[in-house]
Each structure stands twice: as C-alpha cells, then as structure tokens.
C-alpha cells in the first residue's frame, strides 16, 4: 500500500490523527462494559500480558534502537548516552508523576492509593491510574511522527505508524480494564463506558505535545525517543505486569506477554 503522500502532511496533525486512533480503541474496549458486568480473570490476565509484551516490544524496536541509530549517525558522542540519559529520564519523570498524581491501581484497597493522599472516591482514583499510565503511550507515539520532521522517509513513517497500530492493540484491554470495575463498583454501563474512554483522551493531548516538542527541537530527538521508551517500561513494571499476575493463572500472564512482544515485533520488523 502506497502511503508516501501521508509526508505532505504536518507530522503534529499527524501525530494527533494517530493518538486518535489509539484513543478509538481504548474506547472499543471500553464498550465491552456494554456486553459484561465482569470479565473473567483469565482473560483479563491474557489481555493485560499481552499488552505489557506490545509495550516492552515498541519500547526496544519502535523507540531505542532508532533513537541509537539517529546517535550514531549525528556523530555527537557515544551512542549510548541519550538512550541511557532519555531512557532513565523518562523512567524517572513518570516516577514522580505516580508519587504526585492520586491514583489506585485496581487491584488494591482505597487505603493503598498512590500519590498525594486525597478524599476522593475509588472510582475517580481507579479512572486516574489508567489516564495517568496513557501520557506514555501518547508522547511514544508523538515523538515517532514528529521525528518526521527530520527524517521524511517512508521507513520512517512506517516505523511511526506500525508503533501506533502497536499502541492501539494494547489500548483495547486497558479500556476494558476501566470500565468493567466501574461496572462493578456502581456506575451504569453508559457512565462505566464515559469514563472508561475518557481516561485515553489524554494520549491525543501527550501526543501533539510530543510531536511539537520533537518537531522544535531536533537534535534531541534520540533523547526524545529514549524518554518515551523509559517512560512506558515504568508503566509495564509498575502496572501491567503486576495487574496481569493477580489471580491463579499467571501462565496465561505470561503466555500474553510473550504473544504481544512477538506480534509487535512482528509489526516492527516486518513493516516499519
């Protein structure tokens, strides 16, 4: 499929139509609140591995190893460094986001929420841990078109797109992951589904400031990159992976992890 006259656009409208997309299928899941009160653990288990492996995978093929490859080719030092110093950055930034931002991992007690202690309800912490784990996926997704500025090749966008359609998979069973513990805690299906793709609108918004950011700023781009990167590991570490181990099945975990690593590799190698 012929996609070079996507390059005529600007890479932050770009950017915004692919955040778009990927808020689209937060939403798709969300709606599955419409079919079922609850969602077996089993699968939610195998949904949730499966996006931690697409996460981890985007994060190498999508976002490191270009952001090694642009070091190398500016010749400005060691290549490592602004994968090291971005990826650590972005771990570091989202670390103290969690610490700041009031947020429930689904999984624990009110009494266990994160961040700045507040006297807000459950459900507007559980809905705040899922929006506050979408910034990466955004910016990750920004950072790859706005990178289009400087490097306006079909590899490139392919790269961009293929990271997008990654982000967008994975996005399903976080909408899911929402709304059907909002279903359970009260809400109706309508007000469940609201809220359960509310929490991706953030991605558009991390995305046209990722794309902005990079588009102004180019010889950062390899950081750029490595900040996505390590942002969206902290997310996996710190979120998916410990939510898709709850429960007795942690072989399906683990099965969805590997499934989701190997299909965005898959996308990756294959067409970016």
């Known amino acids: 499929m012929n996609i070079d006259w996507l390059l005529d656009y600007d890479p932050v409208l770009l950017a915004l139509g692919a ?13 599955l609140v419409f079919f079922f009160k609850t969602i077996n653990r089993r699968v939610l288990n195998l949904m949730l591995g499966f996006a931690a492996g697409v996460m981890i995978a985007a994060s190498f093929w999508s976002l490191l190893a270009p952001a090694i490859a642009m ?12 994968a090291v110093v971005g990826f650590l950055a972005g771990g570091a930034f989202l670390l103290l986001v969690d610490k700041t931002l009031p947020h429930l991992h689904s999984r624990l007690t009110v009494d266990k929420s994160e961040g700045i202690k507040t ?3 459950r459900s507007v912490l559980l809905i705040l841990a ?26 490139a966008l392919s790269g961009a797109l293929v990271l997008a359609l990654g982000i967008g998979l994975q996005n399903f069973p976080e909408g899911t992951a929402v709304s059907v513990p909002l279903r359970r805690e009260g809400f109706s299906r309508s007000k469940a589904f609201f809220y359960g793709q509310l929490s991706g609108l953030v991605e558009p918004v991390a995305g046209v400031l990722g794309a902005y950011l990079v588009v102004s700023i180019g010889p950062l781009l390899p950081y750029a990159l490595s900040f996505a990167a390590g942002a969206m590991i902290f997310v996996v570490v710190e979120e998916l992976i410990p939510e898709s181990q709850a429960g007795d099945q942690t072989d399906l975990s683990t099965i ?12 990756d190698v294959a067409l970016g």
Do not use: K, R, Y
Not at 19 to 31: E, N, V
Not at 71 to 82: H, T
């Open 256 to 267: 969805g992890a590997m499934l989701g690593f190997a299909v965005m590799m898959l996308l």
């Open 119 to 121: 006297s807000w309800e």
């Open 71 to 82: 070091a190398e080719a500016q010749d400005s030092g060691p290549s490592w460094v602004p």
């Open 19 to 31: 955040t778009l997309f990927t808020w689209g299928l937060t939403a798709l899941g969300a709606s």
């Open 130 to 155: 899922i929006t506050l784990h979408n910034i990466p996926e955004g910016l990750a997704v920004g950072v790859a078109f706005g990178a289009l500025a400087h490097s306006s090749s079909v590899g």
